[in-house]
């Protein structure tokens, strides 16, 4: 039975849309028998001669777009335009042909029009002010790229429908606003939502290799693009999704060479025992062919749709950037016979198809480091301050405030999955040019590129002895620093010279610096003069006393090599022993004793502040009670036998104010009074030198 959804009018008029006679009676009812109407024209009964169309997929669409509605009611029309389109695209009325009448892809492209403007809702609807149309949203838009991929994949050809994933990936990362926003709401950030960012990489990013391949590829393409500048927010919800996935236990797992990717599980589903093999579309599940030698991928997607192969052709052409990430051997003659090359190309991950390069473990790291490539060349606008970028022009602070979140997942999440870390080198060594919070977070990457890559770093202590300014002990990220500089500074084959410039400088900052951040610089000081015996003059050096002392040590020098700090002493941490902290005071006098004490522990130390120090002192067991050089009046009232003090302590304190003239002649005839009673003299009470003391 043909189907006559497109009129000959529609087709020349393509812009005028059908409206509904009574929007303001919308209910549940209309849509279910929208959606019972739909269901009927796709799936018609053999029984019934009815004529219907698919025109009501026009008016189910209005119902969902309209912004007068409330919330559940958009969510139950979303839904029924869910089930339609699922009919839709499973029945294959949306696949093409080779030989198809020109009436018949009238309609298919009709049908494709209207499917694009039902995702393009959803993915406004990802920044909707309801969460469960956030959450709705996200989940349609994978169910129907799981039913989309597998309308165009065939027997032996497995595909992933690239042009709708595009789309949601741009939705993730530029987060467009939803048509039921105001124009307030509009002007805010594009960032990604909590609850969508969690939904996406819990249930999708991090559990699927298909998902998370695609998704590394696309966003790769989308930052690397020059001449196309993405969307302000694209950059910070990249970083918020790679943070995840960087952080995530599966990274470990599906970067690495022992992953069971090559080796997938039956129909492309998790076997018993747990192994790797997940895929969201079952058909990419599947074992893909051999390469063929010397022959290239054809990367197309959907071969019905013109635009898509446009896309895909293009894609084709872009697919060597991998080639960038292939490492190169050198010992390799460069005249090698033709039966060695057809070997030399099935190596090569760019000549991979796109359902080969999904089982192929090099594949993924390649993904991985384009796109952390591409998001880090975003990140690098204020580079260093000795560069030729000008600091001022850096839009506030969101490069540097992005820049700091990357590095603090690099050196743990990145740089292990990279196919060359040293491609980073440049973005890191920049970074620790900078300084500051930036050049402390560096430090970890810089390390591990310099232990584990041979990166040759030749200014490295010169560039760690900068970091030791007045800000060094009163940042959060002090910790960290003494950790690495506990590694940096431990090799016995260091000069004494370099070793004495850093515990000089350290023992200057100390002299302003919190009770906090002392307890660490002294510890650390020991642990380096225990390790290196030659530093043991800077403690016992001895002075004449005569003239005034003048500290040969060359603070402003940027070399710590020649800061003549060897000849100078350690009399800023001799200091300390006066401190007003006791626990400060008491480990400055470690100096003074012998030199019998082991190293200390630095990690306990490194995470102390205001709040654990003072919790140490309220919580610390007292041996023996403090004097009281105080007695209270009722003490000395109930010694007296009960004699009332009050005209005495007031002679006292008049004494005290005016002197004793004035005190005695007024208090005379009260004195006598109290004596003819038969009082006690002042030899009784003995003086109260508090009550004097609070006269005052």
């Known amino acids: 039975m043909p189907i006559r959804s497109l009129p000959s009018e529609s087709a020349e008029r393509p812009s005028k849309k059908r409206k509904l006679s009574a929007t303001k009676g919308i209910t549940s009812k209309t849509i279910a028998a929208l959606e019972s109407q739909l269901t009927s024209a796709v799936l018609p ?36 335009l869910y089930r339609v389109w699922v009919v839709v695209i499973d029945s294959g009325k949306m696949r093409g042909g080779k030989s198809e009448d020109e009436n018949v892809q009238v309609v298919k492209a009709w049908l494709w029009e209207r499917l694009n403007e039902y995702v393009d809702l959803l993915c406004g609807s990802l920044k909707d002010e309801e969460k469960v149309l956030r959450t709705s949203s996200l989940q349609i838009l994978f169910s129907l790229q799981k039913h989309l991929s597998t309308s165009v994949s065939s027997k032996g050809d497995s595909q992933f429908h690239i042009s709708h994933f595009r789309k949601i990936v ?109 895929w969201w579309v079952e058909e990419m599940g599947k074992k893909p062919p051999k390469v063929k030698k010397g022959k290239g991928a054809d990367l197309d997607a959907d071969a019905d749709d013109e635009e898509e192969d446009k896309i895909e052709k293009e894609d084709d052409e872009e697919d060597d950037w991998r080639k960038f990430f292939d490492e190169q051997n050198t010992n390799r003659e460069s005249n090698t016979k033709k039966d060695n090359l057809g070997e030399r190309i099935k ?16 594949s993924h790291r390649a993904a991985f480091t384009h796109a952390w490539l591409a998001l880090l060349s975003r990140l ?167 003239g005034v002392y003048e500290d040969p040590f060359l603070p402003s020098h940027p070399n710590p090599l020649l800061t003549n700090a060897l000849s100078s002493s350690l009399f800023e941490l001799h200091a300390h022993t006066a401190h007003y902290h006791a626990p400060v005071s008491s480990m400055a006098k470690v100096f003074e004793g012998v030199f019998t004490r082991g190293e200390y522990a630095m990690e306990d130390f490194l995470d102390h502040g205001y709040a654990s120090l003072f919790d140490a002192e309220v919580n610390r067991k007292i041996k023996k009670e403090p004097a009281m050089n105080m007695e209270s009046e009722l003490e000395i009232e109930r010694g007296l036998g009960g004699v009332a003090l009050g005209t005495k302590k007031k002679r006292k304190r008049e004494v005290a104010l005016f002197g004793s003239g004035r005190g005695r002649e007024q208090t005379e005839p009260e004195e006598k009074e109290e004596e003819g009673n038969g009082g006690a003299g002042d030899e009784s009470i003995g003086r109260d030198i508090v009550t004097e003391l609070w006269a005052f």
């Not at 930052?223 to 996935?245: A, C, F, G, W, Y």
């Open 347 to 362: 190596g090569r991950k760019h000549t991979l198809t796109l359902h080969q390069s999904l089982h192929n473990t090099p």
């Open 380 to 546: 690098s606008g204020y580079s260093s301050k000795n560069n030729d970028v000008d600091v001022e022009d850096v839009e506030d602070t969101k490069d540097l405030e992005l820049a700091v979140r990357a590095l603090n997942v690099m050196h743990r999440g990145v740089l292990p999955y990279l196919t060359r870390p040293v491609l980073v080198m440049d973005w890191i060594g920049a970074c620790v040019d900078y300084g500051g919070t930036p050049g402390l977070l560096a430090l970890n990457a810089l390390y591990v590129l310099m232990t584990e890559y041979n990166l040759d770093y030749p200014s490295f202590y010169t560039r760690l002895y900068a970091f030791l300014d007045r800000e060094l002990l009163h940042v959060k990220h002090r910790a960290r620093f003494f950790r690495l500089a506990e590694v940096f500074l431990g090799s016995t084959h260091l000069p004494l010279t370099l070793l004495a410039s850093f515990i000089k400088r350290l023992s200057i900052l100390s002299l302003s610096a919190p009770p906090s951040a002392i307890v660490i610089v002294i510890p650390f000081v020991w642990n380096l003069v225990r390790r290196h015996p030659g530093l043991m003059g800077m403690i016992h050096r001895e002075w004449d006393g005569q």
């Open 170 to 278: 741009n939705a993730l990362v530029a987060c467009p606003p939803s048509h039921r926003t105001t124009e307030k709401e509009k002007q805010k950030d594009g960032l990604i939502d909590a609850d969508v960012l969690d939904l996406f990489c819990d249930k999708w990013l991090c559990v699927y290799d298909d998902v998370r391949w695609f998704f590394l590829r696309e966003i790769g393409t989308l930052l690397s693009k020059k001449d196309q500048q993405p969307h302000p927010s694209v950059p910070t919800n990249t970083l918020s999704i790679l943070e995840r996935l960087a952080g995530s236990s599966s990274t470990s797992s599906f970067l690495t060479t022992t992953s069971s990717l090559e080796k997938p599980a039956k129909d492309g589903k998790e076997d018993n025992e747990g192994k790797k093999g997940q």
């Open 45 to 80: 009964d053999s029984n019934s001669n009815s004529t219907t169309t698919l025109n009501p997929l026009v008016d189910l669409y209005t119902v969902a777009l309209n912004v007068g509605i409330s919330a559940a009611d958009t969510l139950k029309a979303i839904w029924a």
